[in-house]
Antibody, heavy 118, light 112 residues
């Protein structure tokens, strides 16, 4: 079945970097766009970034600090996060993008928690 | 950026009764292809979000038919025709027309 498994979260000091991974299985990874969405503790959902084909787009709050990438040979999505701030503390979800009929995220991974704290 | 506004933010419902959640966007979500790029997601307690509705009114695979979406342009509604205990969680609308994709604040449905 289709599965997304995030990893790489943890505690990191402000200003430092962290790389998240999302391992995909059960579908043809290279043919889908992929998203990162985050959720701060007790808060709502915030879209972070998308990559489809060679196109990359970012949310306003992470533009210039975060980089989304993928390795289709490994069926893995990445999020390189630099210059981390306390407000980047959140659970980070990866989600598959579906564009055939509409534009929606399905499925989602279970998420990985990133805590930015000194 | 497109601003998404949901109401109510809290929704206590008696089992078997209907529930309605409103979602409004600051810009029209109607694409020139005639589709409204509005999705609904449900986040059950302790779980990641799951897709309920896409293109405003299309139920995702496996979603019970008591869930329905309607609306066009800037005004959309999610209806749960007969709420069941398993429907508790936070419901989000999301505009999928343009980046940055944006979510509503979320509506927490609880059982009375």
């Amino acid at each position: 079945q289709v599965q997304l498994v995030e990893s790489g979260g943890g505690v990191v000091q402000p200003g430092r970097s962290l790389r998240l991974s999302c391992a995909a299985s059960g579908f043809s990874f290279s043919t889908y766009g992929m998203h990162w969405v985050r959720q701060a503790p007790g808060k709502g959902l915030e879209w972070v970034a998308v990559i489809w084909n060679d196109n990359k787009y970012y949310g306003d709050s992470v533009e210039g600090r975060f980089t989304i990438s993928r390795d289709n040979s490994k069926s893995t999505l990445y999020l390189e996060m630099n210059s981390l701030r306390a407000e980047d503390t959140a659970v980070y979800y990866c989600a598959r993008g579906n564009y055939g009929s509409g534009n929606y995220f399905d499925p989602w991974g279970q998420g990985t928690l990133v805590t930015v704290s000194s | 950026d497109v601003v998404m506004t949901q109401s109510p933010l809290s929704l206590p419902v008696t089992p078997g009764e209907p529930a309605y959640i409103s979602c409004r966007s600051s810009q029209s979500l109607l694409h020139r292809n005639g589709n409204n790029y509005l999705d609904w997601y449900l986040q059950k307690p302790g779980q990641p979000p799951q897709l309920l509705i896409y293109l405003g009114s299309n139920r995702a695979s496996g979603v019970p038919d008591r869930f329905s979406g309607s609306g066009s342009g800037t005004d959309f509604t999610l209806k749960v025709s007969r709420v069941e205990p398993e429907d508790v969680g936070v419901y989000y609308c999301m505009q999928a027309l343009q980046t940055p994709y944006t979510f509503g604040q979320g509506t927490k449905l609880e059982i009375k």
